[in-house]
C-alpha cells in the first residue's frame, strides 16, 4: 500500500543517533516527531568515527539517508577562506557540494515542499530551493555565542570571534527572513534574536528542549560505578566542547578547593567523551575524568549532588533536565539557568559566583534530607514541564500551516 506520507528534507550538522549529546537529543526527538507524519529524507554530517556505524540504524524513522563523513581538520583550514570571502568561518565548515547535489535532486525527485533544518548552519543548503515552507531549528542564538567567546580571549583570537559573530548574525538574519519559523530553545535566546532580527519577530517561536523520563528515572536500580569513598560531585556532557570545559576547569580550580576546605573526601568526576588535554589534565588535582561510558545513568544515580558550573552557556541544558529526571539535586550556574522552569531552592540550586556555589554544594552535601526533598521536586517538574511530546507539536502546528508561509528562495 502506497505510503501517503509527504515528503519532508531533514538537514542535521551532526548525526542525530546515538542521542549521546545535547544537540543529537534535541536533533533526534525532532527526527522521531517529523516521521510520525512524514517520509524523511535526511541529510548530516557523521563527525565521530564511531557514528558511521549508526548510519543504517536511521533507516527506522528515514526513507533516504545522505551522511558525509566530516573531518574536523580538513573543515577549519576551508573555513579560512571565508575570511577571503568575507563570510562567517561556521558556513564552509558545514558546506559541501555532494549535499548540495542530493539535497537538490532528491528535492526534485520527490517533488519535496516542506524542510527543516537543525542548527544555522545547515540553513545555507535551503536558500535555492524553492519550498511551501522551511524551518529554521537555530536552538540558541550560535552569533551571540561567538561574541561572548571573543570577551573571553586574547587577540587574535578576540577579534576573530568578534568577526564571526558579527558575520554569522548576518547570516542568521538572512535565513530566518526567508524561512517560515525560527526555534530557539528558550524565550531568553528567542528575545535576544528579536532584539538583533526585528524584521522576523513576528516568525519567531520558543521550542523547548525535553528528556525521556521513562528512560532518565530513579526507578531503574543500577549497580555503583564508584569505588568506595566520600560523597560524588558529577559533571555529564561532551568533553570536547569549549563551555564544558570552561565549566569543568573553573570549577575545579575555584570552586572545588573551597567544598574540600569544609568537606575533605569530596570527590569530583566528569563523566562524558572525548576528554580535551585540558580536562585530562584535571586528574592531576585528583578529579577524575571517564571519557565515553556505555550508559550515563548509574554515574547519575549514585551521585549525590550534579553541578552545571557553565558559565558559557545557550538555552536549557539536557545534562540538567537528565539529572533533574533521575532524581538528582542540581547546582547550576545562572547561565544553565536562564529558562528553566525550575525554583531556585527547591527544585535545584542557583548560584552565582564561585563562593555562592561552594556555599550550595556544601549546604546540600550536610543535609541529606534536603537532597532527597529537592531531587523529589526536581523530577516533578520535568514531568511537568518537560515532555518532548508536548514541546514538538509545534513542529507538526507550523508543518501543517505550510500554505501560509511560502519559502523565500534567495
Not at 570571502?85 to 526534485?108: K, M, Q
Not at 511551501?132 to 580571549?153: G, H, L, M, N, P
Not at 524565550?187 to 520558543?206: H, T
Not at 539535586?329 to 525550575?342: N, S
Request: charged fraction near 25%.
Amino acid at each position: 500500500m502506497p505510503d501517503a506520507r509527504p515528503p519532508l528534507l531533514y538537514l542535521v550538522h551532526r548525526i542525530p543517533f546515538p542521542p549521546n549529546k545535547g544537540d543529537k537529543v534535541r536533533s533526534f526527538n525532532i527526527l522521531r516527531q517529523l516521521a510520525v507524519r512524514h517520509r524523511v529524507f535526511l541529510g548530516t554530517f557523521v563527525d565521530h568515527p564511531d557514528d558511521r556505524a549508526h548510519v543504517a540504524r536511521l533507516q527506522e524513522w528515514c526513507e533516504d539517508v545522505f551522511a558525509l563523513d566530516l573531518q574536523p581538520l580538513r573543515q577549519r583550514i576551508g573555513s579560512l577562506r571565508a575570511l577571503l570571502a568575507g563570510e562567517a568561518l561556521s558556513l564552509p565548515y558545514y558546506r559541501d557540494a555532494r549535499l548540495s547535489s542530493w539535497v537538490r535532486a532528491t528535492v526534485e525527485r520527490e517533488g519535496i515542499g516542506r524542510a527543516v533544518a537543525f542548527s544555522g548552519p545547515m540553513a545555507q543548503y535551503l536558500a535555492p530551493l524553492r519550498l511551501q515552507c522551511a524551518i529554521v531549528d537555530f536552538c540558541d542564538v550560535d552569533s551571540a555565542k561567538w561574541t561572548q567567546y571573543a570577551a573571553e580571549r586574547m587577540w587574535p583570537l578576540s577579534w576573530l570571534y568578534r568577526r564571526e559573530g558579527a558575520r554569522l548574525l548576518a547570516f542568521e538574519r538572512a535565513a530566518a527572513a526567508r524561512a517560515a519559523c525560527s526555534l530557539f530553545v528558550t524565550e531568553a535566546e528567542a528575545g535576544l534574536f528579536c532584539r538583533a532580527a526585528p524584521e522576523v519577530a513576528d516568525r519567531i517561536r520558543v521550542m523547548q528542549n525535553g528528556v525521556d523520563a521513562d528512560y532518565f528515572s530513579p526507578a531503574h536500580r543500577f549497580e555503583s560505578p564508584y569505588p568506595a569513598g566520600g560523597p560524588v560531585l558529577l559533571f555529564t556532557g561532551a568533553m570536547d566542547y569549549w563551555p564544558n570545559i570552561d565549566a569543568v576547569t573553573w570549577f575545579a580550580k575555584e570552586i572545588l578547593p573551597t567544598i574540600r576546605s569544609r568537606i575533605a573526601d569530596v570527590r569530583f568526576w566528569i563523566v562524558g567523551m572525548n576528554p580535551a588535554p585540558a580536562v585530562l589534565g584535571l586528574r592531576e588535582a585528583g578529579i577524575t575524568v571517564t571519557g565515553t561510558v556505555p550508559d550515563v545513568r548509574p554515574y547519575l544515580a549514585h551521585a549525590e549532588l550534579v553541578v552545571a558550573p557553565l558559565r558559557i552557556a545557550r538555552g536549557i541544558q539536557n545534562k540538567v533536565l537528565e539529572a533533574m529526571a533521575m532524581a538528582r539535586p542540581v547546582v547550576l550556574a545562572a547561565a544553565p539557568a536562564q529558562g528553566l522552569a525550575a525554583d531556585d531552592g527547591r527544585e535545584c540550586v542557583v548560584a552565582d559566583g564561585a563562593a555562592s556555589f561552594a556555599d550550595g554544594v556544601v549546604r546540600l552535601l550536610t543535609q541529606a534530607d534536603a537532597r532527597q526533598r529537592m531531587g523529589r521536586a526536581a523530577r516533578d517538574c520535568v514531568l511537568k514541564n518537560y515532555s518532548w511530546q508536548a514541546h514538538l507539536r509545534l513542529l507538526d502546528e507550523l508543518l501543517g500551516a505550510a500554505h501560509r508561509h511560502a519559502y523565500r528562495a534567495a
